[in-house]
């Protein structure tokens, strides 16, 4: 259907009443209609959200219409700050993890076709994650900046699900340096703090099934189920003690329990599974490392995405921002302005 253009008189102004009430220019989108292509576009490739938009609505439009509206509003939705809860939470769970992304990364040389000259690599972003206790959903946030970047982001993760002067905050993580230096710097350490950091037990695991081949061939499950249970009781030191009887020599290469026992050792004062069991909190890291599966690589690692760093920066503020259910509140601000 063409659109109908009227105009004042002979030679006067052109009117047209569709694009002044839908409040569209010539040859611009409605919000309704950004909204939705942004909406196809978080979810799915830009070449199928076209296929979808023309499913549901019979609009065609080329796919790189779904990228411009998807893009420019995953910069602006970074602004949208979550609303934290009225009250202090008591018990805040907390995590964080890193995951690689694909990047591509142009080649400056002049002299090169830029549609030949590109790197492809690998880079990670850093997802964090905070909820009370008591909830189920978590509050998300990503970015691939620097670590101290990611530290800042994780303690304003943890601020917007409920943290106050008086909550205890129990952190989760792989045991990774990084990751437990900026946890006692931005919730504390020591005695005297209200938080403590907890590796994750399941990667303990991982560790200890590797050694378990070895000092055990012919019965590892048995015996890494024995040393398990000991973790959980807090004997870390028996642990370490059936490592230290099957220590491969120095000079050997793979060393399976020389690397569990090495683990073990650095971390064992963030291995206080008895104590976080007995107050009904996790000691396994999964709620992080779900969120890297459906916040962002279910968009952002579809086979075939090669992703800017710029662009995939901003996608990671829209995945977060629908995972934080802010979607609406965004939308709603766009309408008023």
């Known amino acids: 259907m063409s659109e109908q253009r009227l105009r004042q008189g002979r030679r006067g102004v052109q009117v047209r ?13 409605s919000l309704p209609l950004q909204r939705v292509l942004t909406d196809f576009g978080a979810e799915e ?3 199928s959200a076209t296929e979808k938009v023309y499913e549901h609505y019979g609009i065609e439009l080329p796919a790189s219409a779904v990228r411009a509206q998807t893009l420019a509003h995953a910069r602006g939705i970074g602004a949208v700050a979550h609303d934290p809860p009225k009250r202090a939470a008591k018990t805040i769970i907390t995590e964080i993890d890193g995951c690689m992304l694909p990047i591509v990364e142009p080649v400056s040389d002049p002299t090169v076709d830029r549609r030949k000259g590109k790197q492809l690599c690998w880079r990670e972003a850093r997802l964090c994650c905070a909820r009370p206790k008591e909830q189920v959903d978590c509050v998300y946030g990503a970015t691939f900046g620097s670590v101290k970047l990611a530290a800042m982001l994780w303690r304003q993760t943890a601020c917007a699900a409920g943290l106050g002067s008086e909550t205890w905050v129990h952190g989760l993580g792989d045991g990774a340096p990084w ?36 000092v055990a061939p012919d019965r590892n499950k048995h015996w890494l189920h024995e040393q398990q249970a000991l973790l959980l009781d807090n004997q870390v030191e028996s642990v370490l003690g059936m490592l230290e009887r099957s220590l491969e020599a120095p000079h050997q290469k793979e060393a399976p329990v020389r690397s569990a026992h090495g683990y ?29 599966r459906h916040v962002l690589q279910k968009r952002l690692k579809i ?35």
Not at 198 to 203: A, L, M, P
Not at 267 to 280: E, K, L, P, T, V
């Open 17 to 29: 009443p569709f694009c002044e009430r839908a409040q569209v220019k010539e040859k611009g989108y």
């Open 45 to 47: 490739a830009f070449g």
């Open 179 to 214: 990751i437990v230096s900026n946890f006692e710097e931005q919730f504390g350490a020591g005695p005297g703090s209200r938080a403590r950091y907890t590796v994750d037990f399941h990667h303990v695991s991982d560790y200890l099934a590797a050694a378990a081949l070895v």
């Open 264 to 292: 073990i050792s650095e971390r064992q004062q963030h291995m206080d599974y008895a104590a976080a069991r007995a107050a009904g909190l996790p000691i396994g890291s999964g709620e992080v490392e779900s969120g890297h």
């Open 303 to 337: 086979a075939g995405a090669w992703w800017l760093e710029r662009n995939a920066e901003a996608m990671l503020q829209l995945r977060t921002t629908r995972a934080n259910k802010e979607w609406d509140k965004y939308w709603s601000g766009i309408m008023k302005n």
